[in-house]
């Protein structure tokens, strides 16, 4: 499919498509799920873009609206198919709408075939492993068509377009898939195997970044760290990065089995390489980490936490954690709560164990009560709270450089933006201010973010 889908018939697809919609057409984008997800719809809102359309700010304004969806717990699934089923209103009102559905959802089993008979107002729906294909979709369905295709395996697709959310903070994929198979995840199954960019690739897409202004680059992939097999070989293209003088550099997801030695040296070494690292634990206990499939222990965890530490004293910790597991106990839901005090995490996300069809944990009895599970994290999340809070408190006095991302919500006086650590800072300032790096000293600390005034 991929050498049959050149850029001529890209072109030609593209051609056709803007001949068909005619001046004016705009698209709305939403998206859901993680970074991956983020980064797929400004790939799409390129590609969109190359169509003829233009970006609209709501799915009112639309001619064509996409979804990006996620499937990693049973309420991101719900939640997107309930706001599929709202564009069927839409529609009623505005015949013409198109209606576009992809991502990771879409490449389970059978979905593609529930969509295409239980929700025909759907025009065009894709997976994750066909985005490149949208063109041609979308011109099948400005024909009269349905542009319904779901392929089962991915390459690699170099020189696509994007329409970048931000001009001064931008995601860049090194790698895509997971090979884990961690026993709870569905995201092997939708995302297919991994594989890597080449190196050349990322440094020639970083250095286009940096010389449009770009002052933060995020490395993205399901387990960066396993970037063509290893983590000497990341390391080796952070480090390649970080001579390229983009001021700030930072990556996620981590996987702890694959931290290595190298990577661990890099956080003490390389200049702009932020203060900040994502790395989901899951679970305290060891055998629920085996039951998991992660093949790391407790106590191999904390070793690399405190190695991380010895290198760079400051770095912020965050993490994943899924409460609930099936066969989860009390005590080995303690063993997570001590974890969390052992390491103090920055912030969690916390989850309830949702089942997902396919995977090796949906098959394992569960018999720990709904209630109980919800008791555990929101003692889990009380836990956190008082760590963050701490983590907060613990920055009152220091001159942070904040990378200013926005205007507050609640007053145009006020910015947001980040420390290296990846904490939240609002100060007294404007618009004007957004995109570029203030040092800031910090005054206070909230609930969830940081107070400071500039020096
Ligand atoms: N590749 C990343 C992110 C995976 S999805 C990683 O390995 O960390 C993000 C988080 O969702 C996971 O870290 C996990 O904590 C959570 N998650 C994944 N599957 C889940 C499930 N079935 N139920 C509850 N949480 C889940
Ligand atoms: Fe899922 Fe595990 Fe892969 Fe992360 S590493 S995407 S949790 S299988
Ligand atoms: Fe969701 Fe797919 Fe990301 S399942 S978490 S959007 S990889």
Redesign the pocket.
């Given at each position: 499919m991929e050498q049959e889908y050149d850029r001529f018939s890209r072109e030609m697809d593209a051609r056709a498509v803007r001949d068909a919609i005619g001046e004016g057409k705009k698209y709305h984008i939403v998206v859901?799920?993680?970074q991956?997800?983020v980064r797929d719809g400004e790939t799409a809102a390129g590609l969109l873009e190359e169509m003829g359309f233009s970006r609209a700010e709501s799915r009112e304004d639309a001619d064509l609206v996409l979804f990006e969806t996620?499937?990693?717990r049973e309420n991101?699934e719900n939640r997107a198919l309930g706001n599929v089923i709202w564009l069927k209103e839409l529609k009623r009102d505005k015949p013409d709408l198109l209606i576009a559905v992809g991502?990771?959802?879409m490449q389970e089993p059978g979905m593609a075939e529930r969509i295409r008979k239980m929700y025909p107002f759907v025009d065009i729906v894709f997976g994750?492993h066909n985005l490149y294909r949208l063109r041609h979709l979308v011109r099948e369905a400005v024909e009269g068509r349905r542009g319904i295709e779901i392929l089962g395996e991915g390459g690699l697709q170099e020189g696509l377009p994007a329409v970048r959310q931000s001009s001064f903070s931008a995601f860049v994929n090194i790698m895509y898939g997971c090979n884990n198979f961690c026993s709870y995840c569905?995201?092997p199954y939708?995302?297919g195997r991994e594989r890597s960019r080449a190196q050349e690739d990322i440094l020639e897409e970083a250095r286009r970044l940096r010389d449009s202004g770009v002052q933060e680059i995020t490395l993205l992939g399901?387990n960066v760290n396993s970037y063509q097999g290893g983590g000497a070989a990341f390391a080796e293209l952070l480090r390649r990065l970080d001579e390229m003088g983009i001021p700030r550099i930072r990556f996620m997801t981590s996987h702890p089995k694959d931290l290595s030695d190298e990577l661990i040296a890099a956080f003490g070494s390389l200049k702009h390489l932020c203060g900040h690292l994502h790395l989901p634990v899951q679970s305290g206990s060891d055998r629920i980490l085996r039951e998991m499939n992660r093949h790391y222990t407790r106590e191999k965890y904390l070793s690399l936490v405190e190695r991380l530490r010895a290198v760079r004293p400051d770095i912020g910790l965050t993490t994943d954690i899924i409460v609930g597991f099936p066969g989860e106990t009390e005590e080995e839901f303690r063993e997570t709560l001590s974890l969390c005090r052992e390491v103090r995490y920055d912030a969690a996300f916390t989850f309830i164990y949702s089942p997902r069809q396919g995977t090796r944990a949906a098959s394992m009895p569960d018999d720990t009560p709904a209630a109980e599970k919800t008791r555990r994290i929101e003692e889990l999340i009380a836990l956190q709270h008082e760590h963050t809070a701490s983590a907060l408190a613990s920055q009152v006095g220091r001159v942070e450089r904040v990378l200013v991302e926005g205007v507050s919500e609640r007053s145009s006086e006020t910015v947001m933006g980040k420390t290296s650590r990846f904490l939240a800072v609002n100060f007294p300032g404007k618009a004007d201010l957004v995109g570029s790096f203030v040092d800031v000293r910090i005054t206070g600390a909230g609930r969830n973010t940081l107070r400071g005034e500039r020096v």
């Open positions: 859901y799920g993680c991956m997800n996620c499937c990693v991101a991502g990771c959802m994750t569905i995201v939708v995302r399901q």
